[in-house]
């Protein structure tokens, strides 16, 4: 691959994702709610089950302190509720609250923009992309997992 292939589609990907964050935040404005924090509240939604904020980290893909700091705003408007783990464990336990569940259902039926854009490509596209984005997502993961060279 060309310096030049490699600048381009590395711009495309980030203008792609910079783009559809910018167009869901547009929707979610009336909620007062980022896309971060309807992340998190999908990762819990998800695991139907309380996560330790370092396993909502993984799933949001963000790195623990900003999780941390975005959970607090969440239990401080009581979409959340934060609890210690039982044993003496350091680890914050998270867990969703009947109004972070109410939130999240309403910001799911004001998902409008970005099925626009992705309905811009047809079901074989769509289904295309998943395939090159999950590859893509593994072999990102593999690198960060790989440790830089010593000096």
């Known amino acids: 691959m060309t310096a030049r292939e490699e600048y381009e589609l590395w711009t495309l990907l980030n203008q792609v994702n910079d783009g559809m964050l910018r167009v869901r935040d547009k929707e979610l404005r009336p909620l007062s709610v980022s896309t971060v ?3 998190i509240l ?3 939604a998800k695991g ?3 996560m330790t904020q370092t396993e909502v980290a993984g799933w949001v893909f963000r790195r623990p302190h900003t999780v941390a700091a975005a959970l607090r705003r969440m ?3 009581g979409l959340v509720v934060q609890s210690r783990e039982v044993g003496g464990k350091r ?4 867990e969703m609250t009947e109004k972070g569940s109410s939130l999240f ?3 799911h039926r004001r998902r409008e923009a ?4 992705l309905n811009s490509l047809d079901a074989g596209e769509r289904r295309q992309l998943r395939s090159l984005l999950r590859r893509l997502r593994a072999r990102t993961m593999v690198e960060l997992a790989a440790k830089p060279p010593s000096p």
């Open 37 to 39: 924090q309807v992340a």
């Open 42 to 44: 999908y990762a819990l």
């Open 48 to 50: 139907g089950q309380p």
């Open 75 to 77: 239990e401080e408007r």
């Open 91 to 94: 680890q914050m336990r998270v």
């Open 105 to 107: 259902r309403r910001q």
């Open 114 to 117: 970005v099925p626009r854009v």
